[in-house]
């Protein structure tokens, strides 16, 4: 990458800025304060905290003993019909027979390292989480406890690499989300060997369909839950990022560090109104125009399979590459309106590709 790339000297002022201040951030004056941390009661009130504020946030949480957990499987499954299920392959899940339940009781269990389409196809998740309880009430599950935030960065394919997609995908358009990929994922790892340097912890999450030795990045985290939380869009109509500034013309990374930056201002709910624009030229029917909520499932707001499926579809859309996950079809990316303006002045010069950053915890 060029010693005078943005992304490098975004990354070099916010180091110099935390070394000078003994890793201390002050949070700019526009943002609220950060509420002080709560000291942890005892683990059975903890547990029961954090079922209550799960159930608080329309979920459906219970503690259960060992013993009980076969039975729950057992109704599980009848009730939601379940035939694959996809389990995190850690000691605590292994140690409680999840797995070998499943399969007694015939579901199809399905590696988390499978691909994009056959973990759509699973109606179960199993997994572990750490959890936090801050004082805003807001429930927090975390993967990396000790690299409690996100860095969440943001690039957007240029007008011509949008042209003519609202018709269907184009080669361009292909080229313009690899070329996306590859530098979120260049820009990623520059800002981690920084942080690195730096003496803080760091964990990159390369972008979505990001080609790794012989298989794709695909659904270690979702990238967008980062970037509404640090404030950069909201979910619109068929699931997308919808940014303020650039639309749903953007691929997202997210590195998590122990960096101590100040928050941005989270986003929880859609800003997209009585637009219908990506639901209606859906080929798959897919949105279901419903404003989205922070903590919706994903379910309610878009049929995925469909999604999916609709490229295979497709009789008058260019092959696909191989290392493409999914339907990436874009016709809902291209016909938002969002940004639509800055599209067509930046369509009149040349773009730039700095990207976007701001911080989550």
């Given amino acids: ?54 159930n608080a946030l329309a979920g459906s949480a219970r503690r259960l003993p060992e013993a009980e957990i076969p039975a729950a499987l057992q109704a599980l499954v009848a009730e939601q019909q379940i035939h694959k299920a996809c389990l995190w392959q ?46 805003t009430g807001t429930l927090a599950l975390l993967s990396s406890p000790e690299k409690p935030r996100a860095v969440s960065l943001l690039m957007r394919l240029t007008a011509g690499e949008m042209q003519g997609v609202d018709r269907g995908p184009t080669p361009r358009y292909y080229d313009g989300y690899r070329r996306l990929n590859a530098a979120l994922a260049e820009a990623s790892h520059a800002l981690a060997e920084a942080l690195l340097g730096a003496g803080f912890a760091c964990e990159v999450v390369a972008p979505t369909g990001t080609k790794t030795g012989d298989r794709l990045v695909s659904g270690t985290f979702a990238h967008k839950t980062a970037a ?90 260019p092959v696909k590459p191989p290392d493409f996950p999914g339907c990436v079809c874009g016709i809902c990316v291209a016909v938002c309106p969002f940004g639509a303006e800055q599209r067509n002045r930046r369509a009149r010069r040349a773009p730039s590709a700095a990207p976007l950053t701001k911080e989550v915890t």
């Fill in 90 to 135: 850690t000691a605590e899940i292994e140690a409680l027979g999840i797995a070998a339940h499943l399969t007694a009781l015939g579901v199809e269990i399905v590696a988390p390292t499978a691909g994009k389409h056959a973990l759509a196809e699973c109606d179960l998740g199993v997994t572990g989480v750490d959890y936090a309880l801050p004082a």
């Fill in 228 to 317: 509404t939380q640090a404030g950069l869009g909201w979910i619109g109509k068929t699931a997308l990022l919808v940014s303020p500034a650039f639309g749903p013309r953007i691929r997202l990374a997210t590195v998590f560090t122990d960096l101590p930056l100040p928050p941005g201002v989270p986003t929880v709910a859609g800003r997209c109104g009585k637009c219908r624009a990506c639901v209606d030229a859906c080929p798959a029917g897919a949105g279901r125009d419903v404003r989205w909520q922070a903590g919706m499932p994903r379910d309610e707001l878009l049929d995925a399979r469909a999604c999916m499926e609709s490229d295979s579809r497709a009789t008058d859309w």
């Fill in 1 to 54: 990458m060029p010693t005078d790339n943005p992304v490098i000297a975004n990354i070099r002022r916010s180091l110099a800025a935390a070394r000078q201040s003994s890793h201390a951030v002050p949070a700019p004056a526009a943002r609220p304060p950060i509420p002080p941390g709560r000291a942890a009661g005892e683990p059975a009130a903890e547990i029961e905290r954090l079922l209550a504020e799960i």
